[in-house]
């Protein structure tokens, strides 16, 4: 398949039937070079006709890629992603389907990431004067324990590993990264960083993991109600974070 347009953004989508806005991601495609392939998890509500509806509004712009089952977020972006990668789009991204970060960062962090040498861009919300990132207090300090482990664990620097708006360069290095199964179901975000680091080596001698990442601080973000995240979950992913280094170490 020749694809001219810019990227393909992978959205997952899990009984989202209430939160999911065809409208804003028809205007999107018409003023911007950028499609679409919804992923729909096995939902149990409407989640898969709304996402039906939404793709016939833009026949070959937006899609739907259906599991026959919930599998969970990392294989459902996995599937989405290896599609837009099979298709030959020069960026692949996933973008959360409850709009915490806003399409419109889409633009910018696409030309900043064509500008560059890196094969991954990651929004981060990063709270700074000027910029309106709304997020619980409870969840921000989480956030910075989380980061900290994860830091330790894979040797590197990082500020946000989980915020859902990241975009790929479609290279040898994204396509190895994401052509198993993930080992991980809600820190996959950190087995992507720690794939990336192994692979790296293979396919671009010389160039460390922190000039392959960009973390991109976002405009703007917000907590949306209605996240599937829950405190027992936080367990779940320290356990996972130990899973990733006995696994990939630092960066074998």
């Not at 959205?11 to 003023?31: I, S």
Request: net charge positive; hydrophobic share 45%; with cysteine.
């Amino acid at each position: 398949m020749g694809v001219m347009r810019e990227a393909v953004i992978v959205v997952p989508c899990y009984n989202e039937e209430k939160r999911f806005d065809p409208e804003r991601y028809a205007a999107f495609v018409d003023a911007e070079p950028v499609d679409f392939i919804f992923v729909d998890d096995g939902s149990g509500d409407g989640t898969a006709a709304a996402l039906a509806r939404t793709a016939a509004r833009r026949p070959g712009r937006m899609r739907v890629v259906t599991m026959p089952e919930n599998v969970g977020k990392a294989e459902a972006v996995r599937q989405g992603v290896l599609v837009g990668l099979a298709d030959g789009y020069p960026v692949v991204g996933y973008w959360d389907a409850d709009d915490a970060t806003p399409l419109t960062a889409l633009p910018t962090m696409l030309a900043t990431l064509r500008a560059s040498g890196a094969t991954l861009l990651m929004g981060s919300r990063v709270r700074l004067m000027g910029r309106r990132i709304e997020r619980k207090m409870g969840r921000h300090y989480l956030g910075r324990i989380f980061a900290t482990a994860v830091s330790l664990a894979l040797g590197i620097t990082v500020y946000d590993t989980q915020c859902g708006a990241k975009l790929f360069k479609n290279d040898a290095t994204t396509q190895r990264a994401f052509a198993e199964p993930f080992i991980t179901r809600w820190v996959f975000d950190v087995e992507l960083l720690a794939r990336l680091a192994r692979e790296l080596p293979r396919h671009r001698p010389g160039v460390e993991l922190d000039d392959a990442v960009i973390e991109y601080p976002l405009e703007s973000w917000r907590d949306v109600p209605g996240s599937k995240l829950r405190p027992a979950h936080m367990a779940t992913a320290a356990l996972d974070i130990v899973r990733i280094y006995l696994r990939y170490g630092r960066g074998r």
